[in-house]
């Protein structure tokens, strides 16, 4: 497993799921992530989407939402990273929205407040 040097500022500020296709989605303080995405979250492509800075989760419908520049997320693309007690392989960028996806390599649990690492 290649070390990731840790992302300055990549602090979980939001996490949100979508239970239903195009219904809003809720935010949460704490989720599981499963092999398959965060608990409860209807079943997608890709199991992780997280986003940076600026983004809100009623326009982007992603997952995670970082204190950090969306550049700097770019930046991991084909690395693992540590998301509270999960590790995730952050994958690829999406073709038409911001961040990047990612697979999960182990489950566990984040938490608002938790950095990525």
Excluded at 11 to 39: C, F, M, N
Excluded at 46 to 52: D, E, F, I, P, S
Excluded at 66 to 95: F, I, M, S
Aim: overall charge neutral.
């Amino acid at each position: 497993m290649d070390l990731l040097r840790p992302v300055i500022g990549g602090t979980v500020l939001i996490l949100a799921i979508y239970p239903e296709k195009d219904a809003p989605g809720r935010s949460l303080q704490k989720a599981r992530i499963e092999t398959e995405g965060l608990e409860g979250d209807r079943r997608k492509k890709r199991a992780v989407h997280l986003v940076g800075r600026g983004h809100q989760p009623e326009v982007t419908r992603a997952n995670v939402f970082l204190d950090v520049a969306d550049e700097e997320l770019q930046n991991v693309v084909g690395q693992e990273v540590r998301l509270g007690t999960a590790l995730l392989r952050v994958t690829e960028l999406p073709k038409n929205c911001p961040g990047v996806y990612a697979e999960v390599v182990r489950p566990g649990v984040v938490a608002a407040g938790d950095r990525l690492s």
